[in-house]
């Protein structure tokens, strides 16, 4: 399994400012993908990132509300804009091998 | 919409009960996975399942995909504090590529 680093670990942003959250893994993999866990909650898939194309976001997720990048094959990040509270949340990336997926420890987004 | 449901969603038990639960869908899945996650951690992978009728047992968790591949179950036997934590299922449609629909998570409770 892959080894998955998240950066920052934890953030507090004033409303209405944005934060690119880092995601950095151990070998390359084509595969990358972004989610969104809302307190008590289950995981929400924002988008995937494959590495040569646009990422592809899931319906309630926009381009410009979540900008992404994906340079390399060991490397994306994701940008949460113009914050509002509902967006804090921790985010998540993961790396797929086929049906399996890997987690990063997640970024703590709390927006005030 | 939810794909996956799990139940139930809270459970709290004594060391040494056994336990099970369980993850529906209306949905056929062409893979399900069961995860693990603890506070301020990511889920950590414990099992893929693939074929209908499949069972996996890693030490004392046993796991089975429905024969129809529409439903899953992690039993637990002589549970231990050290099993407490979020267990989440999420799975993988024809339609979802090897995006990962998640369930809304067991949250378990073992007490000494």
């Known amino acids: 399994s892959a080894v998955i680093s998240q950066k920052p670990s934890r953030d507090i942003c004033q409303r209405g400012t944005s934060l690119t959250i880092q995601c950095q893994v151990d070998?390359?993999?084509?595969?990358m993908f972004w989610y969104r866990q809302q307190p008590g909650q289950s995981l929400t898939l924002i988008a995937t990132?494959?590495?040569?194309?646009?990422?592809?976001?899931e319906s309630g997720f926009v381009i410009d509300k979540f900008p992404i990048s994906r340079p390399n094959l060991t490397f994306s990040t994701l940008t949460v804009s113009n914050m509002s509270p509902e967006d804090s949340s921790i985010y998540l990336c993961?790396?797929?091998?086929?049906?399996?997926?890997?987690f990063g420890p997640g970024t703590r987004l709390t927006v005030t | 919409t939810q794909l996956l449901e799990q139940s139930p969603q809270f459970l709290s038990i004594q060391e040494g009960e056994n336990l099970t639960v369980y993850c529906n869908s209306s949905?056929?899945?062409?893979?399900l996975q069961w995860y693990r996650q603890e506070p301020g951690e990511g889920p950590v992978l414990l099992v893929t399942?693939?074929?209908?009728?499949e069972v996996k047992k890693l030490k004392r968790l046993t796991f089975q995909f429905g024969d129809a591949r529409k439903d899953s179950s992690l039993h637990i036997t002589a549970a231990q504090p050290g099993d407490t934590g979020l267990y989440l299922c999420?799975?993988?449609?024809?339609?979802?590529?090897?995006?990962?629909?998640f369930g809304k998570g067991t949250s378990l409770l073992v007490t000494p």
């Open positions: 993961s790396v797929g091998g086929g049906y399996e997926q890997y």
């Open positions: 070998s390359q993999v084509t595969m």
């Open positions: 990132a494959n590495q040569g194309s646009e990422a592809t976001y």
């Open positions: 949905s056929v899945f062409s893979s």
């Open positions: 399942v693939v074929t209908g009728g």
């Open positions: 999420a799975g993988t449609t024809s339609n979802s590529g090897y995006a990962l629909n």
